[in-house]
């Protein structure tokens, strides 16, 4: 069972993201949070183990953004080991360049397509479960169009 | 005896006689040796003369001859003098020539001057003239300076204007494909999930969305990127087109292998350009090439491109700088009627339906502004079902 985390302040997105994960075929728990200062005190209850295996992070969101809890997540020693993939509309290199430079592990583009959603969360889950937590370095941007 | 008296009486006369004379010849006789000494003195005196008179003879013999020495070098030197007053009458004789010319010149002069002071007083007059033309000129160029300044406003204000527009051009794009993608997804569910759900008719509409959802898709992306060959930095660089081409052919490689494509590229050579907006025009250009080739033949392209002079150019289009590079890309595929040639540029605007042809109708339109932003030009000639050509002019300077 994988703990997921979620931040991701559209409710499409958010909805769309669960039945994709209840697609994939590893089995996984999910627990969402509609902006960064949520996702912040979600990890912060949950600091007792067992901590997320993954957290998948918007980058748009109001009160506090996605650059702003990587930062914080990278910052805090309970948290910066845990793969952070980037869930993000941005295709600007710039921006994903940024991401990576911030402590990034993965970049998924959202897709226009609700297979390739299942397919890119997939490909990522499967990476992080046959890998230990690696400090960002990969650069393996998954922009699906 | 009578006779011997007379005689013996003249005798006696005789006689007295002859000593009287004798006397007298005595006393001329005492006299002469007297005379005799003085002369023998004077002699003596006239040979001492003579003595003198041969030194001074000796003396002015050497002066004569002296004198005659110098006579000979009075005679040169008379020869000479004659000589130069010669030259001096020629001399002369040239001065007073030279004299009637100079006479004539001077009254030509005083014509001139004459003349000059006529001119002068034009001159005065015009040069007042000028200086009502220089108040006035003055005046213009307070009033030139003060709209180059206006222009230096409105050009900064382009300029902010342009990033906005370029920000705004972003972001709306951005925004745009947000509630496309919700669309795009939603209906990629409804076919997935609840097909069982949906009548074919349903099924048919959700698809025909899904269609019209990709095609708002591709039109922004399209959008985006003509919007980024007017905004972007033009840093031109001189660049051999070959390597362009080449990397462009590489993009394409898979395309080209799956149609049997075949492409030359002969007589490339260097142009000053913005490298990655060439690039896109390469991959606008050949990518059609490709995309509208002919169904009864496998396409083949060609591409050149040569340095020219202006008076060389087709179409006898008004090019004002002297050098160009004239690139040419041509096809044989399905061409176009001429009538068209202006309107495949057009923004949107295509010749084949959207369902047997995909596309924006926004390549041309975005090749045609890259070679804008050139400062070249663009034109294509075609022949139905036969093929087109585009021929481009780039200024090589």
Redesign the interface.
């Known amino acids: 069972m994988k703990n997921i985390f979620l931040a991701d302040d559209d409710t ?1 997105d958010r909805m ?1 993201f669960e ?1 994709a994960l209840k697609k994939v075929t590893i089995p996984t728990h999910l627990t969402l949070a509609n902006d960064g200062l949520e996702l912040m005190s979600n990890l912060e209850t949950v600091i007792e183990p067992p901590p997320p295996d993954v957290i998948f992070l918007d980058l748009n969101m109001p009160r506090k953004n996605g650059f702003q809890c990587l930062e914080e997540i990278r910052n805090t020693s309970k948290l910066k080991d845990i793969p952070i993939v980037i869930f993000s ?2 295709t600007n290199d710039d921006a994903v360049n940024k991401t990576y430079q911030h402590g990034a592990n993965h970049y998924i583009c ?6 390739l ?1 299942v397919k890119a969360i997939e490909t990522v889950l499967t990476l992080e479960m046959w890998q230990k937590p690696q400090p960002p370095k990969e650069k393996f941007v998954l922009v699906i169009s | 005896m009578e006779e011997k008296e007379k005689r013996a009486g003249e005798l006696i006369i005789a006689n007295k006689e002859l000593t009287f004379q004798n006397k007298e010849k005595e006393k001329r006789a005492a006299e002469l040796i007297i005379a005799n000494k003085e002369l023998a003195f004077q002699n003596v005196e006239k040979e001492k003369r003579a003595a003198e008179l041969v030194i001074a003879n000796k003396e002015l013999a050497f002066q004569n001859e002296e004198k005659e020495k110098r006579a000979a070098e009075l005679i040169i030197a008379n020869k000479e003098l004659i000589f130069q007053n010669e030259e001096k009458e020629k001399r002369a004789a040239e001065l007073i020539i030279a004299n009637k010319e100079l006479a004539f010149q001077n009254e030509e002069k005083e014509k001139r001057a004459a003349e000059l002071i006529i001119a002068n007083k034009e001159l005065i007059f015009q040069n007042g003239e000028k200086e009502k033309r220089s108040a006035e000129l003055i005046i213009a160029n307070k009033e030139l300076i003060f709209q180059n300044g206006e222009k230096e406003k409105r050009s900064a204000e382009l300029i902010i204007a342009n990033k906005e527009l370029e920000s705004f051009t972003y972001i709306s794009s ?1 925004d745009l ?2 509630p ?3 669309i ?3 209906s ?2 409804l076919i ?1 999930d609840e097909s069982q759900n949906l009548s074919d008719k349903a099924k048919e509409y959700v698809l025909r969305m899904q269609d019209a ?1 990709n095609r708002m ?1 591709s039109l922004i992306t399209d959008l985006l990127a003509y919007s980024r060959t007017t905004t972007s930095e033009r840093k031109f660089e001189t660049t051999n087109l070959n390597t362009i081409i080449e990397a462009v052919v590489n993009d394409f490689k898979e395309t080209i292998a799956a149609n049997h494509a075949t492409i030359e590229v002969a007589e490339i050579c260097d142009a000053r350009i913005i490298p990655f907006q060439f690039r896109q025009l390469m991959h606008n250009l050949i990518g059609n090439a490709l995309k509208f080739s002919h169904p009864d033949r496998p396409p083949h392209i060609i591409i050149k491109s040569r340095n020219i002079k202006r008076s060389k150019t087709r179409d006898q289009k008004y090019l004002p700088e002297k050098e160009y590079c004239h690139i040419t890309v041509t096809d044989n595929g399905l061409g176009f009627e001429p009538q068209y040639k202006d309107h495949i540029f057009e923004i949107f605007k295509r010749l084949h339906d959207q369902e047997k042809i995909a596309g924006t109708g926004i390549g041309l339109t975005i090749a045609k502004k890259i070679v804008e932003n050139h400062n070249g030009i663009i034109t294509a000639t075609g022949e139905l079902n036969k093929g087109s050509t585009f021929d481009i002019y780039i200024p090589s300077t």
């Open positions: 499409d769309f039945d509309t941005t959202k897709p226009p397509s609700f297979e959603l | 951005h494909q947000e496309l993608r919700k795009q997804t939603f990629t569910r997935a959802a898709q």
